[in-house]
C-alpha cells in the first residue's frame, strides 16, 4: 500500500485497532458462557465496529484516492495493517479474552479521553462518542477480572493465565513512533506514554480487587504498527475478508 499521509494513516492505525478487536469479539456470539456476556460481548464488538467505520472513513477522506471504510477494512492485505499486537490475539478462553478486552479498554479510555482535545476537530469528534462507548467497555472487563479473579480456583488460574499471556503486548501500546510524535506535538495525536501511569493506576486497582498480583514483566512484543504481525491476524482477515475476496464488488 502507497504511504498514507501521516494523519490518514494514524487514522488508518485507530480503526484498525477497533476493527480487529472487534472482528475478534465477534467470534464469540453464540458461544460465551452466558446469554449476558454473549450479548455484552456482541455489543461490545458492535461499538468497535461503529468506531472503525468512522477511523477509516476519515483516513480514506484524507488519503483522497476514493477508498471508502469498507475498501480500507476488506481490500487491504495483511501487511497494510497497522493494529497493535494485542487486539489480534486469538481469544483462547473465555479468561483470556477478559484479559485482552481489560488491558486494551482502559488504554482506550485514556487515549479517547486525551484525543477530545485533538486540534483535528474530527478526530476530536469520533472520539467524544467513542469514549463514552469503551468506558462502559472498561468497566465490564474490570467487573470480570474480579469475578474471576476472586471466584474459583479455577477461574482464578484461567484469569492469571489469560493475563500472562496478553501481557508481553502491553508496552506497545504507549510506544510512540515518527509519525505519532509529529502529531502529538502539533496537538492532533495523544501523547501515548504520558499515559501509563494513569493506566497502571487503573489496572493496579483492579488487580487488587481481584486479589490478583501484576504478571511478570515480559520482554516486549512490538511491530504490529509497522505492519509486522502474527500469523493470527492472516487467519482472521482470511475469514473476515471472504466475501470481498469471493465475490469483488458485492453488495447486499
Not at 458492535?46 to 480514506?60: E, I
Not at 483470556?96 to 483535528?120: K, M, N, P, V, W
Request: net charge negative; aromatic share 8%.
Amino acid at each position: 500500500m502507497a504511504k498514507l499521509p501521516p494523519l490518514a494513516q494514524y487514522a488508518l492505525r485507530l480503526g484498525d485497532d477497533a476493527l480487529i478487536l472487534g472482528q475478534r469479539l465477534s467470534e464469540w456470539c453464540g458461544h460465551a458462557p452466558a446469554l449476558e456476556i454473549d450479548l455484552s460481548l456482541a455489543n461490545i464488538a458492535l461499538d468497535l465496529v461503529g468506531q472503525a467505520t468512522h477511523f477509516l472513513g476519515l483516513a480514506g477522506e484524507i488519503e483522497a484516492k476514493g477508498r471508502d471504510a469498507d475498501a480500507l477494512a476488506f481490500k487491504r492485505d495483511v501487511l497494510d495493517f497497522s493494529n497493535c499486537l494485542l487486539v489480534e490475539q486469538p481469544n483462547g478462553d473465555f479468561a483470556r479474552t477478559i484479559a485482552r478486552q481489560f488491558l486494551f479498554s482502559h488504554f482506550q479510555e485514556l487515549q479517547f479521553g486525551a484525543l477530545t482535545g485533538s486540534t483535528d476537530p474530527r478526530l476530536a469528534a469520533i472520539a467524544a462518542k467513542a469514549v463514552k462507548e469503551v468506558a462502559y467497555h472498561a468497566r465490564l472487563a474490570s467487573d470480570w477480572v474480579a469475578r474471576l479473579g476472586d471466584g474459583t480456583d479455577e477461574s482464578r488460574a484461567r484469569m492469571i493465565a489469560g493475563l500472562d499471556w496478553m501481557w508481553r503486548f502491553v508496552d506497545e501500546l504507549f510506544v510512540l513512533d515518527a509519525i505519532e510524535t509529529k502529531l502529538a506535538s502539533q496537538g492532533i495525536a495523544v501523547d501515548k506514554p504520558a499515559l501509563r501511569a494513569a493506566w497502571d493506576a487503573r489496572i493496579d486497582g483492579v488487580l487488587a480487587e481481584a486479589t490478583l498480583s501484576r504478571p511478570a514483566p515480559h520482554r516486549p512484543v512490538l511491530g504490529g504498527r509497522e505492519g509486522h504481525h502474527s500469523e493470527h491476524l492472516g487467519h482472521l482477515l482470511s475469514e473476515m475478508q471472504f466475501l470481498q475476496r469471493a465475490y469483488p464488488g458485492a453488495t447486499w
